[in-house]
Structures are given as C-alpha cells and as structure tokens.
C-alpha cells in the first residue's frame, strides 16, 4: 500500500513509536524491507538517497520500489533522502515517490528556507510530503568532539518550520551517519524541548550503531521516523563474506544476503515499537 509520510507519521506520533526508513540500492535490499515488513505488519518507508545514487540509479531503482510499495500489504513510504538539489528531488516525485527530503543546510539560511517552501509547494500538488532539517544533522562529532552549537535549537527549529511547512523535520542532537567511533554523546534535553514546541513529527538520522536505549529515548522524546543504512549494509557484507567461505554460489550468497538484511530489519522494527501497527 503506497502511503506518505503524513499518513505513517502521525500515527506513530500518537502512538509513540517511530516508523524505519530504511534506504535500499538494489532490489535485493528491497525484497529484505518488504518481507520484514510485511512479517512485522509494520508500516514501513523505503527509498534512496542522492549520494546513493551512484550504486543504484534513481531511473533504475524508481520503478521498483515504488511498484513493491504498491503491492505490499503495509503502508509503506517511497521516500527520497537526502536530496541535495532541487531538480533531483523533481526527479523522485515524477518518479512516483510520495516524500522528499530536500536538504539544503549547506546554502544560505534564506536560500534554504525558500527552496525549501518551494520543494514543499510542488510536493503538496503531487499528493506527496517534505522533510526538511535544520542543524547540523547526521554531521555531529561524538563523545569529548561534540560541539554544543551544532545542536539544533528550539527557535531554529520554530522558524525553519513555520517558514516552510514540513511535514516532518529532522534535527540535531548528537548523532551521526555511518559508523560510530565511540559512543554518541545525545542530547535529549534539546530533543525533548523541540518535541514540545514544534508539532511536527521529528527525525533521527545516523541511526545505525545506536544502542536500543538510545532510540527508545530518543522516540520518548519525539522521534517518530529513524533512518537505517549501514546496519543493512553491514548485514549484506557478512553475509556475502559468510557465503564465499562457505563456496557458496552467487544465487544462493544473494538469497542469504537478503536473509540477513531482512532480519536486520526486523530487529529495527521491534526496537522501534511499529511492529503490528499496520
């Protein structure tokens, strides 16, 4: 069932849990999503992001995802993350995708802000939603290295949604993409307070590496969505590696890829307390 974002989120938000998304470069990742998923009977979002485009054109994996979506049996999100320019995230919605993450923290905060309003404008017409964010999110250094200015404020986040009208936001609070080299320093006073004043459904990026306290304090102070990739990335190498010593062939190392991806997958999804919320 092809949803958006809004039609996932504001569930989650009362219910308080958070929904994965969980990017996939390829159709192998993609089928270990949806079966968790649908094992689950959780809601879902699956998509990809500009910088993994070069591993999975966004022409090739398009069609898809956004079919797989359609036929699957939970609510699922076809979401573009990350999208670094306008006329890429143009692309995702002619596409079929039903939400875009339009990130423009490295322009001008006035650049931003407009294209931003402007990526939610068009993305409203097509039936589709917007994340937005505000902060250095994903970028944080961890433990002593952690600057306290690189934590989105609660006036930072108030302003940058009512100037554009997201549907979701994600912030800043300590966390980081990839993986971790020492424990995240997180700031859940800070995501509390922005949970409190802004009403929009919050997002927790760099996601991977965190521990399962981590996230259910995150989601108890507002976290709604959680975006997942390199644990699934991790989970496919062992499996690969895991295939090669054991003289495995390519079919058999592909279904055993998808296998540990999958149960990645739901080990995020009981974390995340979606599962049976179809």
């Known amino acids: 069932m092809l949803v958006n974002l809004q039609e996932v989120l504001s569930a989650a938000q009362k219910g308080n849990y958070a929904v994965g998304l969980f990017n996939t470069t ?9 079966d968790a998923a649908e094992e689950m009977r959780a809601p879902v979002i699956v998509g ?55 990130d423009g923290s490295t322009k001008p905060y006035e650049e931003n802000i407009a294209e931003t309003r402007e990526v939610v404008r068009i993305a409203h017409a097509f039936g589709a939603t917007v994340e937005g964010e505000i902060g250095h999110v994903g970028q944080a250094a961890s433990g002593d290295n952690l600057a306290e200015d690189m934590y989105t404020t609660v006036d930072e986040a108030l302003a940058y949604y009512g100037a554009t009208g997201v ?13 971790y080299k020492s424990k995240p320093k997180l700031n859940l006073t800070r995501l509390g307070e922005i949970h409190k004043a802004v009403s929009v459904p919050l997002v927790l990026h760099g ?16 976290v709604a969505k959680v975006n997942i990739f390199t644990d699934l990335e991790l989970a496919g190498v062992r499996a690969m590696q895991e295939g090669l010593q054991a003289g495995q062939d390519y079919l058999e190392i592909r279904n055993k890829k998808v296998e540990y991806i999958r149960k990645a997958v739901e080990e995020k999804i009981a974390i995340f307390g979606s599962a049976n919320k179809a």
């Open 207 to 222: 996601g991977s590496g965190l521990s399962e306290e981590d996230f259910k304090n995150s989601i108890r102070n507002g």
């Open 48 to 102: 990809t992001a500009e910088v993994l485009l070069p591993y999975g054109e966004l022409k090739l994996i398009a069609p898809a995802v956004v079919a797989a979506a359609k036929r699957a049996k939970v609510p699922v999100v076809v979401h573009y993350d990350h999208g670094l320019t306008f006329e890429r995230c143009m692309e995702a919605l002619k596409l079929g995708f039903t939400s875009v993450m339009f």
């Open 167 to 179: 549907d979701a936001l994600a912030v800043s609070f300590g966390t980081a993409h990839g993986v």
């Open 26 to 34: 390829d159709t192998d990742m993609l089928q270990a999503v949806i």
